[in-house]
């Protein structure tokens, strides 16, 4: 997710995957390409969470303009006058309303980029003490809202050689443990959360658990929890 402006280079708008979902969420996929992305949703929990952010963005463009019900009769009209110009391609015809939904997609991404709007970015920083006193290890979490990044400091003791150390979510929304990533050898890792995880952190529990090399091969602890806090502002 991109950093707000800061004079420096700024990252590229969406490409790929992330730009498909934009343009799912703004409807501007043709058919064939909905159904295969619809497809792809079913199965693939991080595009859901791509396509949720999207749709959280977007909303917030028109979130304090008034609902008005159109005209009765509207549509008819407005096909009417569309066939009354058939050797107009359709795609010219269209143009007009493909292009605000291209420009709102634009702003958008400006505002996303600038930091002005970004989904699940707003709340205060957030903040755990993780102590593993048997081990030896000190670890300060500092969550970023803006950026969506968690990171975690290890200023005392070692990782072990022989396995890996998992950081788990523990929220009443989440139900079960949900992991946040596996710590990395250096004294700091910096893990990037989806919309959707990033939206229970405030006041959640956090757990640090021993797993084997690369992380619990389950999706749930399966190693001793050797270390717990609890996320909050300070």
């Known amino acids: 997710m991109p950093e707000p402006m800061t004079g420096g280079p700024q990252p590229d708008p969406p490409d790929g995957v992330e730009a498909t979902a934009a343009e799912y969420v703004l409807g501007l996929l043709p058919e064939a390409e909905t159904q295969a992305f619809e497809a792809l949703l079913a199965r693939d929990a991080g595009l859901r969470e ?5 749709q959280a963005c977007f909303a917030a463009l028109t979130a304090d303009i008034p609902e008005v019900t159109p005209p009765e ?3 008819p009209r407005v096909e009417a006058r569309l066939h009354r110009a058939p050797r107009v391609p359709l795609w010219r015809q269209l143009a007009p309303y493909l292009l605000g939904a291209v420009a709102a997609a634009g702003i958008a991404w400006a505002a996303m980029v600038s ?3 970004t989904p699940g970015g707003t709340g205060p920083e957030l903040h755990a003490r993780l102590v593993a006193g048997v081990q030896g290890l000190a670890l300060q979490a500092d969550y970023a809202p803006r950026s969506r990044r968690l990171t975690v400091r290890r200023e ?10 998992e950081l788990w979510l523990l929220s ?4 079960a443990p949900v992991s946040l990533g596996v710590l990395t050898e250096g004294a700091e890792t910096v893990l990037d959360l989806p919309p959707a995880l990033a939206r229970q952190l405030s006041g959640a529990a956090i757990a640090l658990s021993e ?4 992380g619990s091969p389950t999706g749930r602890p ?5 270390a717990l806090g609890r996320l909050a502002p300070e």
């Not at 009443?172 to 139900?175: L, T, Y």
């Not at 797993?211 to 690369?214: D, I, Q």
């Open 211 to 214: 797993e084997p090399p690369g």
């Open 73 to 75: 009769g509207l549509w």
């Open 115 to 117: 930091g002005v709007m």
């Open 222 to 226: 399966t190693g001793p929890v050797i």
């Open 156 to 165: 005392a003791g070692e990782l072990p050689s022989d396995r890996a150390l």
């Open 172 to 175: 009443d929304s989440a139900g």
């Open 50 to 54: 791509e396509v949720a952010s999207w």
